[in-house]
């Protein structure tokens, strides 16, 4: 059942944010390219959030591109003391909208610049490398050149904390060598495990996990078990599966997106919902099937 408890905070790089926060990608266009058809449902949307308590915003200039973040200027700028914005560089889409690398320290300095305009902002709190030495997973190779050219621009104030996104366990302890890693942002949920090992680590030296695709993403979470396990508790499929990852493991903090204030308000509410011994062992066995 849900009950009327509050979310949690967990520390992003100097600041304590809520550990149920919000995902932008879903206000751009299809497939997360050109505009939303109604670009004032996605500002009700943003102010909705924040009017709820989310103090964490995941964003990224290559959403749209450029549209996700002018859309969150436009509804929440001047922002809010608490708010706290993350943002990812790395990528780039072309005329296509297909995924890109843009990896080369003159790329990643361009990016931060746009994200900083479109923004409207002086520094990024948070700036997440997401590596594409593969577009669709993480795969092994050095981050080095790349993690020292936004440790140059953070030594000159255009970024306060630095994240990596998409990476191995190695390359995490690769970019802690560098500079201070505050988060991590991998593919993870119910059903997409590979990361267990990684998390538990991370909480073990105080640093955030931020999985992607909280409720799978463009294929949504489908496991019969779910179904029933939120039957149970009168509460939908995507509600246990946000509080499942609340459950999980207290550094890890959840960004699902939406573009529908009924969705947003669902999501919200999987703060307040509690699963005890029993349901967990249940949604564990989903995880190893």
Known sequence: ?????????????????????????????????GPPADRNAAIAVLREAVALGVTHLDTSDFYGPHITNQIIREALHP????LTIATKVG?????????????????????????????????LEVVNLRSMLDVQRPVEGSLEPQLTALAELQQRGLIRHIGLSNVTAQQVEEGRALCRI????????????????LIDALAREGIAYVPFFPLGGFSPLQSAALTEVAAQLQATRQQVALAWLLQRSPNVLVIPGTSSLAHLRENMAAATLKLDDAVLAVLEGIGRQ
């Open 79 to 82: 922002y809010p003391q608490e």
């Open 182 to 197: 505050v988060c991590v942002q991998n593919h993870y949920n119910l059903v997409h495990r590979t990361d267990d090992a």
């Open 1 to 33: 059942m849900l009950t009327t408890s509050s979310a949690s905070t967990y520390a992003l790089g100097d600041r304590q944010v809520g550990r149920l926060g919000y995902g932008s990608m879903q206000l751009a266009g299809p497939h997360v390219f």
């Open 91 to 123: 990528a780039t889409r072309d005329a296509s909208g297909a995924w890109l690398p843009a990896m080369t320290p003159e790329a990643l300095t361009q990016a931060v610049h746009d994200n900083l305009k479109h923004l409207g902002l002086d520094v």
